[in-house]
């Protein structure tokens, strides 16, 4: 089992570009948590889903982003028209269940907006 | 509000020496408290849990309602524990199970 993957490690895009962030879960995990982690700060909850569902989005800023984790394929964490302020690492967890016990991290995606 | 506080950034000690390394939460439901690190170029993992009420590489972390607290313990620090320590809370809350994160401690062991 390979663990939980994103993609790219390292994104670097250019302000009013999109930026878009894989995490494909690991085998079997159909619970998917993305965290965002400003420097020097602690991880900080965006967004959960399940297949084709957004359970609780109450951590994602209400412009420009979006997530979404269809049938087939990975979860994707888009950023639209981004902004210096959102140079960030963001991880995905996954989850086998609804449960805060056992979530697995993948390495996380480190964005920079030059 | 749910929050965790970990109000040490850095921490330094010596290999052999004890190590503590501070958790404060608020939370007014039933908490569930985690400890994570994430060595130097690796991912995040959980480390231990209080629910399990293990001991994971030496580490041990009592849950303390009253203080409100889950500090991390290690009676004689070693070398490869030099790492990021996350405290985090979590439980349902709002449909999902999402967890807080602390700020994070820095534990450096010197030899």
């Known amino acids: 089992n390979a663990g939980v993957m994103q993609n790219p490690r390292h994104l670097v895009r250019r302000r009013g570009q999109e930026a878009r962030l894989r995490c494909s879960p690991m085998k079997g995990h159909s619970h998917v948590y993305w965290y965002r982690q400003l420097p020097e700060e602690g991880l900080k909850f965006m967004v959960y889903l399940q297949k084709e569902n957004i359970i609780d989005e109450s951590g994602m800023p209400k412009e420009r982003f979006s997530a979404e984790f269809p049938k087939e394929g990975p979860s994707i964490l888009r950023i639209q028209q981004v902004v210096r302020g959102d140079s960030a690492a963001y991880f995905c967890a996954s989850s086998p269940t609804l449960s805060s016990y056992e979530q697995y991290f993948g390495p996380g995606t480190r964005l920079t907006v030059t | 509000a749910q929050r965790v506080t970990q109000p040490e950034k850095l921490l330094s000690v010596f290999k052999g020496a004890p190590v503590e390394l501070k958790c404060n939460y608020s939370y007014s439901g039933s908490p569930e408290l985690f400890w994570y690190v994430q060595y130097s170029r690796q991912r995040l993992q959980l480390l231990l849990r209080h629910i399990s009420r293990e001991s994971i590489k030496g580490f041990t972390a009592d849950l303390n309602k009253g203080e409100t607290s889950f500090h991390l313990k290690k009676p004689f620090a070693q070398e490869e524990d030099s790492a990021m320590y996350y405290c985090?809370?979590?439980?349902?809350?709002?449909?999902?199970?999402?967890?807080?994160f602390g700020k994070g401690t820095k534990l450096t062991v010197n030899p």
């Open positions: 985090a809370l979590g439980g349902a809350q709002g449909g999902s199970e999402k967890l807080v």
